[in-house]
């Protein structure tokens, strides 16, 4: 049974910035698809960055250069760092996996849409302040 749990989620100033983490069970981080997304009330869920198993990332336009994904295999644990933080990004993000062989190509279009990934967390918040 894959379970995901988000954490790391707070409140910062504008330019702030954060580290979220999703602590994985009954999925490898380094050998799957996986992915953050963040949604805010009244908007559909928006992919934000993945990370296929053959290490390659992906990014939306709103994030690219500001966040970054990454996977910690000793923990097996996936990391969003988010920097530069504006008006724009808060939101409840959640983390989100594909468990199965999924090429680095179709992992990376799997952000276009929530419903093309079958596992999910219960999301982490963060608020932003000026």
């Known amino acids: 049974q894959v379970q995901l749990v988000e954490s790391g989620g707070g409140s910062v100033l504008s330019g702030g910035s954060l580290r979220l983490a999703c602590t994985t069970s009954?999925?490898?981080?380094?050998?799957?698809?996986v992915a953050w997304f963040r949604q805010v009330p009244g908007k559909e869920r928006e992919g934000v960055a993945a990370?296929?198993?053959?290490?390659?990332?992906y990014y939306s336009d709103s994030v690219k250069g500001r966040f970054t994904i990454s996977g910690d295999k000793n923990m097996n644990v996936v990391h969003l760092q988010l920097t530069d933080l504006n008006r724009e990004d808060p939101a409840l993000y959640y983390c989100t996996a594909v468990k199965g062989p999924v090429s680095s190509e179709n992992c990376g279009r799997r952000l276009e849409s929530a419903t093309e990934w079958p596992y999910w967390g219960q999301g982490t918040l963060v608020t932003v302040s000026s």
């Open positions: 990370r296929s198993d053959a290490g390659y990332t």
């Open positions: 009954g999925l490898t981080v380094m050998s799957n698809c």
